[in-house]
């Protein structure tokens, strides 16, 4: 088994929100804020970042299941063998990414999720008492009256905040390693052409990366 990182910087370009709750919900407080860590400093949760590249990967390459068959996505091996998923239509990049991302079938013959998403921490260069996150007022408006109801105000990381991510990757020896790290990159990249976080429609949470290939070998064991 071979183990890959991957490191760069995310650049937030829009204000950026992922949730996080509120343990108290106070009159003129924020009503919806960005998750945090203890000291109170904004992150952007690992998970958040494999589910967007996950998802898209799968529309661009008509993976996911289909929703009005209760299935929903993300797309499955339904229990079949490498072999099986790689003779069907866009087999190989599905096998790559059920490898990559997971096979959430109990019955998988793929064996272990090969790649890992690190939670993404404030860049070096943070300074004590710059800005880092903005409360945001927004409205719904009625259509037919053009009244404004449900004020609220929404807590985004503020633009030109940078987060440190870190992709690991673990290569068997059945794998193919170029095309592992050829998916990743390209879901970095319709991550950079669509957003992260909510409310994206109305333009919050557009990114960028730096370093989206340059994969380092970060251990070699024979197992």
């Known amino acids: 088994m071979r183990i890959f990182e991957l490191k760069g910087i995310l650049e937030v370009l829009t204000g950026l929100h992922i949730g996080g709750g509120n343990d108290a919900m106070m009159i003129g407080g924020i009503d919806n804020a960005v998750v ?3 000291d109170g400093k904004p992150y952007m ?4 970042l494999k589910g967007k590249m996950r998802s898209l990967l799968e529309i661009k390459y008509g993976l996911y299941k289909d929703e009005k068959e209760g299935t929903g996505s993300p797309c499955d091996s339904d229990g079949q063998s490498a072999d099986d998923i790689t ?18 079938n109990p019955n998988s013959k793929l064996g272990i999720t090969r790649a890992t998403f690190g939670d993404c921490y404030l860049a070096d260069g943070a300074k004590e008492g ?6 945001k007022y927004e409205n719904t408006v009625d259509r037919k009256t053009g009244t404004a109801t449900n004020p609220r105000q929404t807590e985004r990381v503020c633009a030109g905040v940078k987060f440190g991510y870190a992709i690991r990757v673990k290569v068997l020896e059945s794998d193919d390693e170029t095309a592992f790290k050829t998916l990743l990159k390209e879901g970095l990249e319709l991550v950079e052409a669509d957003y992260l976080g909510g409310s994206g429609s109305r333009g919050y949470g557009r990114v960028s990366f730096t370093n989206k290939e340059d994969f380092e070998e970060i251990g070699n064991e024979t197992i």
């Not at 949760?45 to 958040?48: E, F, V």
């Not at 003779?87 to 959430?104: I, M, Y």
């Not at 710059?130 to 409360?135: G, H, S, V």
Request: glycine share 10%.
């Open 87 to 104: 003779n069907q239509k866009n087999g190989k990049k599905k096998l790559t990414l059920l490898k990559l991302f997971g096979d959430p």
């Open 36 to 38: 945090k860590t203890r």
């Open 45 to 48: 949760p690992g998970s958040s």
């Open 130 to 135: 710059d800005q880092l996150t903005e409360a």
